[in-house]
């Protein structure tokens, strides 16, 4: 996904230095909403994960149990991860964000 974000901001940038009509700026609104669909997704399941976590930590306390920290251990790692890929994602929406400003002053 980041990956496919990060292109097509290229692409869009690249619109901008051109030539922009309409129909780009109606397709950036679209894209626009699938990724904030993306992003409101994956923030759900970090904060899934997080929970998740947390509740294996206190149960790995409670019971001293090494299978039940090897796991919580396991979990955080996947936290960090998602925490990475929604912080790219959120910066990539936010960008998006300024260069729909962008094309609406250049096409104005």
Avoid: C, P, W
């Amino acid at each position: 996904m980041k990956k496919y974000l990060y292109n097509y901001i290229s692409e869009i940038e690249k619109k901008i230095e051109k030539n922009i009509t309409k129909s780009d700026i109606e397709e950036l609104v679209t894209k626009i909403g699938f990724f904030s669909h993306e992003r409101l997704i994956h923030l759900l399941v970090t904060l899934f994960f997080a929970a998740i976590s947390i509740v294996f930590t206190v149960l790995s306390l409670h019971y001293l149990n090494v299978l039940m920290a090897v796991v919580t251990i396991i979990l955080y790692v996947m936290v960090m991860f998602y925490i990475k890929h929604y912080y790219d994602l959120e910066n990539g929406v936010q960008y998006l964000y300024k260069l729909y400003d962008k094309m609406n002053k250049k096409v104005k």
